[in-house]
């Protein structure tokens, strides 16, 4: 599937913070299907169980993913957490590139609905999340000088990611 463009990643954010050293660094790509992929590799310092990375980063990968589908649709949007739901299928290997990915499935005036998956190189699903999140503007954030949100690209930026169609997910 081809990548429509980059989003703009924070400094400091857990998730997608570039200069965050406890983060795992993930980088948004918007798809022609208006969804939201992320691309991330998790490493040591992630780990629960041996060899796993922590459902709590798990959970926050999706959850930051999710958050930000609404980009496609709005773009001085993003999505504040309301309720978050996560089932793990499979454990998560860190040093491996993971995919995570958001959809909007329902998009309301104040609310939207997202779901996504987290999945292994071979296409299998390993954390299926589904959320509700509450609009917030992001350029107010901009606005009060809180946000460092910036474009950060890097050589062989991904111009298509593969996807499995349709998503193999726990709710189909």
């Not at 999710?66 to 089932?87: C, H, Q, Y």
Request: charged share 25%; glycine share 8%; net charge negative.
């Amino acid at each position: 599937m081809k990548v429509i463009r980059k989003q703009k990643n924070s400094e400091n954010c857990f998730a997608c913070g570039v200069n965050n050293p406890a983060g795992p660094k993930l980088e948004f790509y918007e798809m022609e299907d208006k969804s939201l992929v992320g691309l991330v590799t998790c490493r040591s310092i992630h780990m629960s169980y041996p060899n796993t990375v922590h459902g709590g980063v798990s959970a926050a990968l999706l959850d930051e993913t999710m958050g930000r589908a609404i980009l496609s649709f709005e773009p001085d949007t993003w999505g504040v957490t309301l309720e978050l739901n996560v089932k793990y299928k499979k454990p998560i290997p860190f040093d491996t590139q993971l995919r995570v990915t958001g959809r909007v499935i329902e998009n309301k005036e104040r609310v939207f609905i997202c779901e996504g998956e987290i999945l292994l190189p071979d296409n299998v699903v390993a954390a299926y999340g589904r959320g509700a999140y509450f609009k917030s503007s992001t350029t107010g954030a901009q606005d009060a000088g809180v946000s460092d949100l910036k474009l950060y690209l890097h050589e062989n930026e991904p111009t298509e990611i593969e996807l499995p169609v349709p998503l193999p997910h726990p709710e189909r």
